[in-house]
Each structure stands twice: as structure tokens, then as C-alpha cells.
């Protein structure tokens, strides 16, 4: 069965601090994912997005993620948050077929002015 | 661009009732999912809908359908409404092919 694990559920940084959120999927078959935003309030938001091809992809708001095949992971990074990063970040994978998203649980990261 | 709207944005129900949830879709999207965001479970999938058709299911009891019309609005439907039904009902839309969701505001649904 498809599932994604997020490790970190609440992170709290300083702004300026470098972020890293883990992300591992068990998908079998070609994967393709993705990290979401969700800002206190709002609906979520597309940070971006791994299909194929150079496995560091580079989102919004400076955001980036490295697809790395032999671990199944898609981590989340970023060098330096901003107290506007504070939300609740969504891995997601889905298969080829259709659009039925494995979300992981979510990390809430909280940043500190 | 519109994004994907959904109405109504909050409903207060009680158990044994019924409740539908509308969605439609960015303009020019054909394919529709919807969601169910609780505390405890997080994010589940519950259905995708592509050209009036159900392309994928989640792993939800039968008290939870769904359709889409011509138009590809779509509409979820949760008869028999339980305590656990409260959560957060999202829709999502994308274009077909190698695109990703975009996600409305998500009707809140309450069951007393």
C-alpha cells in the first residue's frame, strides 16, 4: 500500500535558520510528488512539484526539495525562513494514474521573529 | 483565474442526517478529488471524478458518494451523518496529465 511519512510534526526555528523537513514515501511503481502549504487560514498552496527529470526542484518563496530514488525520500528545504513561513507543510504522492494524493501527516513549523 | 470554490463553507448537521457538498472546479478542469481533513487521521483520500466518471476511490464506507456533471462541477454526498463525519471536505481540481491539484477552502462540516 502507497503511504507517505513526514518525521517532523512541529518544528520551531528562529527566522534565519536553515529548514529541512523530512519526507519518505513507499509507492510502488513511478512516483510523483509534492510538498503543499497550508497558511493558518488559508487553503493549501503548491510549493512544488517532482515528475521527472532533475531530482532538486525548486518551488515559491524560495523553497526547494531533492527527489533522492535510492532512499525514498523528498525532503523540504529551505537556507533561511522568514516568520511568514509559519504553516503546516504537506508531503504528497501519487502514482501515474489518475489523482488520488497519499498525503503524510503534516509538520507544523513555527518560526520565531 | 478563479480557484476552486466550495459551498457551503460551513454546515452544522446532526447524526442520521444527510448533508451534499458542492465543488467546482478552476475553469477548463475535468478532473475533481475530494478530501477528508481531520486532527487525527490528517488528509485522506476520498474520491476523483473525471468526466462524470469515478476514476479513483478511497478506502470510505458507501455513506460516501459522490458525482460529476457535464459541467465538471461535482457534488459529495454523506448520508447517514456520524459523530466521526465532522472534518474539513476539500476539493481539489487539475488540468489532466502532468499537473498538480489545486485545492479550495473546504467546507467545514459539523456533526452534533
Known amino acids: 500500500a502507497q503511504s507517505v511519512s513526514q518525521h517532523n510534526h512541529h518544528v520551531i526555528l528562529s527566522e534565519a535558520a536553515s529548514l529541512e523537513l523530512g519526507c519518505n514515501y513507499s509507492y510502488g511503481g513511478t512516483v510523483n510528488l509534492f510538498w503543499y502549504v497550508q497558511y493558518p487560514g488559508q487553503h493549501l498552496q503548491l510549493l512544488l512539484k517532482y515528475f521527472s527529470g532533475d531530482p532538486l526542484v525548486k518551488g515559491i518563496k524560495g523553497f526547494e526539495a531533492e527527489f533522492i530514488k535510492s532512499k525514498f525520500s523528498f525532503n523540504l528545504r529551505k537556507p533561511s525562513v522568514q516568520w511568514s513561513d509559519t504553516a503546516e507543510y504537506f508531503c504528497a504522492a501519487k502514482g501515474n494514474a489518475g489523482n488520488m494524493l497519499t498525503f503524510g501527516g503534516g509538520t507544523r513549523l513555527m518560526v520565531k521573529p | 483565474k478563479a480557484g476552486v470554490t466550495q459551498t457551503p463553507r460551513y454546515l452544522i448537521k446532526t447524526r442520521g442526517q444527510q448533508v451534499t457538498l458542492s465543488c467546482s472546479p478552476i475553469s477548463g478542469h475535468r478532473s475533481v478529488s475530494w478530501y477528508q481533513q481531520t486532527p487525527g487521521q490528517g488528509l485522506q483520500f476520498l474520491f476523483e471524478?473525471?468526466?462524470?466518471?469515478?476514476?479513483n476511490k478511497g478506502n470510505f464506507p458507501g455513506r460516501f458518494s459522490g458525482r460529476q456533471f457535464s459541467n465538471s462541477r461535482s457534488e459529495m454526498n454523506v448520508s447517514t451523518l456520524e459523530l466521526g463525519d465532522s472534518a474539513l471536505y476539500l476539493c481539489?481540481?487539475?488540468?489532466?496529465?502532468?499537473?498538480?491539484?489545486?485545492f479550495g477552502d473546504g467546507t467545514r462540516l459539523s456533526i452534533l
Open positions: 471524478y473525471f468526466s462524470e466518471t469515478q476514476r
Open positions: 481539489a481540481s487539475s488540468l489532466e496529465g502532468y499537473q498538480p491539484q489545486h
